[in-house]
Every structure is written in structure tokens, then in C-alpha cells.
């Protein structure tokens, strides 16, 4: 369903703007995932944390970074995603059909998102009911919140009648 979409073309609908990460965060970042600072992985977590889209596919990065490493493949930049999501540096959203999105986690709160299936558009919001609703489940079961992820998908407005 996803497979043909213009992901990239669409600006992302940012709840607060981002502060741009500099060279010496990155390769901390890395650092913490215990991972070698070269050159492609601070590329890539360069793409990561540049606009106007900060909600990048796999695709999207290697795009970027061919341009500087034309020799970098799918297998590098999966590998790296992976291990920093293990790391829990970035935030991998689910798009449905086997694609992500994938996201630097910021200095700032946990926010959720707003999906267009149609055109790749991601909006994010933050809720303080679902906040609530979620630690109280949570609560309940006597279990401790560690994460917590809300996705919805859509039509947004200018792909309604699609
Ligand atoms: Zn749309
Ligand atoms: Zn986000």
C-alpha cells in the first residue's frame, strides 16, 4: 500500500521545532551505542537530524547520504538504524506494508503521531488524557511504564478523497 509513496516530498507537521543536533552529538550518540564514529554513521545521523522531514524511511536516508558516499548500501544504514533503536536513540514508526519511519529521539518529551497513509505526512501531537490513560493501565497491571508509542493513520486533509 505504501510501496509507491512520494515519502520525502511531504513536510512533517513538528509539534515544537527541532534542535539541530552538532557533530560532537552525533558521534556521542554513537558512542553510547557502542559503535565506531566513521564517517557514513555520522552521515547518516546527520540526515536524521535535518529538516524540513524528520521522520525519514530507510530510503530517504540513503538517498541523502549517497550523495556524499555513493558507495553506502540498504544493508549499512539497516544495520545502523537497528542498533540505535536497540540503543533507544531513535524512534522507529511503523508505517504499515514493512515500512518506517525513523526518528532522532530529541531533549524534548515523548510526543505521539498522526500517520497519512496516503502521502507519508507525519503529524505529531502530545496528549496529556492518553498520557494518563496509558500510566493507569500501566499502574494497574503493577508493571512500570517504559515506553510508549501511539500511532494513527489517516487520510490527512489534502488526500481525503483518495
Ligand atoms: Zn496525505
Ligand atoms: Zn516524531
Known amino acids: 500500500m505504501l510501496k509507491n509513496l512520494p515519502i520525502g516530498t511531504q513536510t512533517d507537521v ?3 521545532p527541532r534542535t539541530f543536533f552538532n557533530e560532537k552529538e552525533l558521534k ?3 558512542k553510547k551505542c557502542g559503535l ?5 554513521r555520522v552521515a547518516v545521523l546527520k ?13 530517504d536516508i540513503l538517498e541523502e547520504v549517497k550523495k556524499n558516499f555513493p558507495n553506502i548500501g540498504f544493508a549499512t544504514i539497516y544495520r545502523l538504524l537497528k542498533r540505535l533503536s536497540q ?3 531513535i524512534l522507529e514508526i511503523s508505517m504499515g506494508a514493512g515500512s518506517s519511519c525513523y526518528e532522532l529521539k530529541t531533549k524534548q ?15 505529531e501531537f502530545k496528549n496529556k488524557m ?5 500510566e493507569k493501565i500501566v499502574l494497574e497491571k503493577n508493571y512500570t511504564l517504559k515506553n510508549q508509542v ?5 487520510n490527512c486533509d489534502s488526500c481525503k478523497n483518495q
Open 47 to 59: 540526515v536524521l537530524s535535518s529538516g524540513p522531514r524528520y521522520h525519514k524511511t530507510a530510503k
Open 28 to 30: 556521542e550518540i554513537l
Open 87 to 89: 540503543a533507544q536513540m
Open 14 to 16: 513538528l509539534i515544537e
Open 130 to 134: 492518553i498520557e494518563t490513560t496509558l
Open 150 to 154: 501511539v500511532e494513527i493513520y489517516v
Open 109 to 123: 518529551q515523548s510526543h505521539y503521531h498522526i500517520a497519512c497513509l496516503n502521502c507519508g505526512k507525519i503529524i
Open 36 to 40: 565506531k564514529i566513521t564517517k557514513q
